[in-house]
């Protein structure tokens, strides 16, 4: 039972760091600098981190529930 738990683990790591780098990648079409205010560049990065952060890690735990909910409908048909 325990591998299981830590191989779980590992790859909700992986997927979470996975996603959240795509998110970085694709935020950086974005000029979110254009609704900051000047002279800003700490917030403005900041406001980056938390985006990526945020959004990466949403569609990771959708993609994992996902995942897990789709292992689990054999059990729907199980005597």
Do not use: C, E
Request: proline share 4%; charged share 10%.
């Amino acid at each position: 039972m325990m591998p299981v738990i830590g191989q779980q683990a590992l790859i909700s790591i992986i997927v979470h760091l996975a996603f959240i780098a795509v998110t970085w990648w694709t935020l950086q079409a974005v000029r979110i600098d254009v609704l900051l205010k000047p002279n800003r560049v700490v917030q403005g990065r900041l406001l980056y981190i938390l985006l990526t952060i945020a959004i990466g890690s949403t569609v990771a735990n959708f993609f994992l529930d996902y995942l897990a909910w789709s292992t689990d409908l054999p059990y729907l048909f199980r005597d």
